[in-house]
Structures are given as structure tokens and as C-alpha cells.
């Protein structure tokens, strides 16, 4: 890896090619799989967490990109969803910078 500094998909795949990076109940992708499926996924401030290949694929595509990413909890109701989705997007973050959001874990709130 070129940048210890950077977690990258890209150069993962480039050092160890084949071998496995992630292993699901219904799939085991290499370190090369895991890049295609990275370059695939949409690129996106904000996904739902589902424990998929896609979500993987969008975290490792976010990391890549170095671009914020939120995951939001695939239990959130609609409402609750589009409430955080709102909050993000009015929001401009730096490079380099962590955004968290404390929700009461019922309503989706804001808690800090």
C-alpha cells in the first residue's frame, strides 16, 4: 500500500490481488472484486446499512474517494431517514473531517 495514511481499496487490490477481503453469507469477494464493486457503487454522502455486498462496496468506494459518508441504521423509519438525509445535506464538510450524528435511537433526533 502506498499511503498508510489512507485505508484504499485500490491499492489493496493492486498488493494482494485474489485473496479474500470479505466474506457474507451468500459471498466471499477478493480484494480485485471488492475495487470492481467499489467503482460500481453509486457514489453517495449518505446509504442505508444493510450488511451487503453493496454497502461494503459504498464504504470502500467513500474511503477510496476520501469523501464523507453517512450510514444510517436500516431500522430507521421513512421519516426518520429523510430527517437525517436533511441534516446531512445541509451540511459542508472539509476534507479529512468526521461528521457524527447522536440520535435518541426512537425518534432519529439529534441528541450532539
Known sequence: MTNDSHLSIT?????VGVRAALAL??????YEELHRASRCAPSSRCIVGHPTV???AAIARALDDEA?????HPRLSADE?????????ER????GTAFVLFTSGSTGEPRG
Open 11 to 15: 491499492d489493496a487490490a493492486r498488493a
Open 25 to 30: 453469507d451468500d459471498a466471499t469477494l477478493s
Open 54 to 56: 453493496e454497502t461494503i
Open 68 to 72: 464523507p459518508l453517512a450510514i444510517l
Open 81 to 89: 431517514q429523510f430527517r437525517q438525509r436533511r441534516l446531512l445535506g
Open 92 to 95: 459542508s464538510l472539509p476534507p
